[in-house]
């Protein structure tokens, strides 16, 4: 099985600027949550998604949202950026997202960093 | 508020030698802790976990220690060996909930 893939690795955009990064869970997995990790914050919770709804949200702004597709793929879109945003983007999915003993299996992150 | 805790930024030890790595944690509902192991460039790669029933989980090399009492938990390695050396992440949830991550722990295994 092929694990979880998140588009692109690597990117540089502007302050002001906006920006979407992708995620493909695990096949047959079907609720997928994103993280921030930085230096000074370690990973942090951005929101999960299951059948395409929210159904889980941490303490970021609104400026931070995201979006399921019917074949459980996921997007999240930062607008506005702030030098702030710097960070890896981690994706990660599991199968129903409804058990604590689920594992989450994770993608190799987007690498964003904001000029 | 931190409710997952890793105090030590970092740790060395000797090939072959035990690699304790230690976590903290303050909400009392967490019923499922894990770690992760994170290498550059990589996401985190689920290692072993441990139910809140349960006070030690063991999968090879790896031995997950929890004390309920003193809401601490501890990774064992033994032995470490130098590809054991990456960033290790204690996490937490409860009822199927975001996982809450520590700091993480940069191990380094000298040859």
């Known amino acids: 099985k092929a694990g979880v893939t998140q588009t692109p690795r690597y990117l540089i955009k502007t302050r002001g600027q906006q920006v979407t990064l992708s995620c493909s869970p695990i096949s047959g997995h079907r609720s997928v949550s994103w993280y921030q990790q930085t230096p000074g914050q370690g990973l942090q919770f951005l929101f999960e998604y299951f059948s395409e709804t929210q159904r889980n949200k941490g303490n970021f702004p609104g400026r931070f949202s995201g979006r399921q597709f019917s074949n459980s793929r996921s997007e999240m879109n930062v607008s506005t950026l702030e030098l702030g945003d710097s960070a890896l983007y981690l994706c990660?999915?599991?199968?129903?997202?409804?058990?604590?003993?689920?594992?989450?299996?994770f993608g190799p992150g987007t690498r964003l960093l904001v000029l | 508020d931190q409710q997952v805790k890793q105090n030590s930024p970092s740790l060395s030890v000797q090939e072959g030698r035990i690699s304790i790595l230690n976590c903290d944690y303050t909400?009392?509902?967490?019923?499922?802790f894990l770690w992760y192991k994170k290498y550059p460039a990589e996401g985190p790669t689920f290692l072993i976990s441990i139910s809140s029933i349960k006070d030690k989980n063991e999968d090879g090399r790896f031995t997950v220690f929890l004390n309920k009492s003193a809401k601490h938990l501890s990774l064992h390695i033994v032995p470490s060996q130098p590809g054991d050396s990456a960033v290790y992440f204690c996490?937490?949830?409860?009822?199927?909930?975001?996982?809450?991550f520590g700091s993480g722990t940069q191990l380094t295994v000298l040859p």
């Open positions: 909400n009392s509902m967490f019923d499922y």
């Open positions: 990660a999915s599991s199968a129903t997202g409804t058990s604590s003993q689920e594992t989450q299996y």
């Open positions: 996490a937490a949830t409860f009822s199927a909930r975001q996982l809450t």
